[in-house]
């Protein structure tokens, strides 16, 4: 009777991670990633600019449709997926790094290590932002019953100047926060991670989770660094994305570089 190997656990090595770093040490992630986009910056910035096209496109396409009751989770699932959408920018500053040779091209047509468990965690991170856009018409609904959007013109008052669409605000938020943090917590070091190392998809993303809870101070100043200046970009009609997405991809790559070990 034929007998099953055992399966020998990894063994555990030193320095996974690093942990005690200062809050300000975002700032420094930054400041690199800064300083990665200045590297031959043409093919960084035409990488943000693809990204502002597809994002003015789809912004455009929720109008065209009529289903612009959707455009904020939209927005907030964006960042859900962003990570994934920045696996070119973290092949430049591995590439910087390493001192290969940068192009455009390498940066469109990344060859990662784990091969296609990239483009499964893309798919999961896909997944979760759609269940996060649901969540949040459910939500509406459940607020305001089955009355229908009343147009982005008017949903501020609606929102802000009657005890429902408080109430909804906080709901929403609290939910929002929920699915903010832990998309934050699987998917920033897991693509990273998933570039560099033959790893599957599952164990980047609970390094990824753990990663970062072990590293709470620091990574809270990234996340609300992210949130802040994805903000400008939104304020600036997008076109923001054009410089601050490359910085926060090439700064997301130095993060990961100083945690993981």
Known sequence: MPTI????????????????YAPSTAFQWLN???????VQPAPSLIYGFIVF?????????LFAFGWDYILFPAFAGFMVVGPIVA????????????????????????????????LFTGVLLCLLMLIWMRAAVIIYALFFGLRPFPG??????MLFTTPIGG???????AVGALFAAFSFAISVFA???????????LTAMGTSMALVWNNRPVMLTWG???????????ATGLLGLIVVFPVLGHGTWHAYRAIRR
């Open 5 to 20: 190997p055992a399966v020998m656990p990894p063994l555990p090595r030193d320095k996974r991670w690093n942990r005690g």
């Open 32 to 38: 690199a990633g800064w300083h990665d986009l200045l």
């Open 53 to 61: 096209l597809v994002s003015a496109a789809i912004v455009f396409g």
């Open 87 to 118: 696996v070119g920018l973290y092949e430049k500053s591995r590439a910087i790094a390493a001192g290969e040779p940068v192009s455009l091209v390498r940066m469109i047509f990344v060859r990662p290590a784990s091969g296609g468990q990239i």
């Open 152 to 157: 982005l013109e008017h949903i501020a008052p």
């Open 167 to 173: 109430a909804m605000v906080i709901v929403g938020s």
């Open 191 to 201: 693509i990273p991670m998933m570039l560099q190392e033959r790893v599957d998809a």
């Open 224 to 234: 609300a660094i992210v949130l802040i200046l994805f903000l400008l970009s939104l």
